[in-house]
């Protein structure tokens, strides 16, 4: 893909993004804010069998910040919370496929942020 089409998929997330909303009854909840411009998601799951077997998240953010929220519902839901465990920054920056600048980075961490602890909240549950 080239480039432009990364930055066209990025925007699609952002104008549709997947696997927002909330779930009935989550078995985990993390919500988080970039304290400095105020953007903030809450994710949500189900966990079943050390799997995350359904994802939503709400909240606010800009094109990236929504991006990368929408990416990473979409690249955890169905996987192991074992597998999920090994997820490093660098997995999320390729699963964006675009460069995203020194001063974007907190932006498209944010959610990054939130998928750990909602991982390592999961890995608690049974
Ligand atoms: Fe707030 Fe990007 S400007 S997360």
Redesign the pocket.
Known sequence: MSLDMYAEEILDHYRNPKNFGKLDKPDVKVREL?P????QYEFQVKVSDGKITDVKFNGD?????TASASILSEFIKGKKISELKKMEQKDLLNLLGIEVSPA?I???M?AFNIVKKVVEESGKKK
């Not at 400095?36 to 953007?39: I, T």
């Not at 953010?61 to 910040?65: K, N």
């Open positions: 970039n400095l411009c105020g953007d953010g800009c094109a990236i910040s974007r907190k932006c498209a944010l």
